[in-house]
């Protein structure tokens, strides 16, 4: 977003509306809905990031400009299929012996 925008101060004054605007809206059922029902997580990270730079003396990014740079694939990428609401047996069904008696 650009930094001459109308909304981008309302957006950096408020980073859970911030993480609404930028999250993933299109995907695969569970990828969309946990981004959508995650935003805490996201949040502490900005936080977390924020005080970072700011304590190590570096340029302090707003809301809008982490969101932008925030990699949701790549963090889906590398949870386990259990955190991401998938079932690991659907990918490894069990095997079953169904032999006709004689």
């Known amino acids: 977003m650009d930094t001459n925008s109308p909304y981008y101060g309302f957006l950096a004054d408020n980073p859970q509306i911030a993480y609404q605007y930028y999250r993933p809206k299109t995907g695969g059922y569970n990828f969309t809905n ?18 970072k730079r700011l304590m190590s003396g570096q340029q302090v990014m707003g809301m809008p400009e982490y969101m932008q740079q925030y990699n949701f694939s790549q963090n889906w990428q590398n ?8 079932y690991a047996t659907a990918f490894r069904p069990q095997v079953k012996w169904n032999l006709p008696y004689r």
């Open 34 to 51: 946990y981004w959508r029902n995650n935003s805490d997580r996201v949040v502490q990270d900005y936080y977390s990031d924020f005080v």
């Open 79 to 86: 949870m386990s299929p259990g955190a991401r609401g998938e």
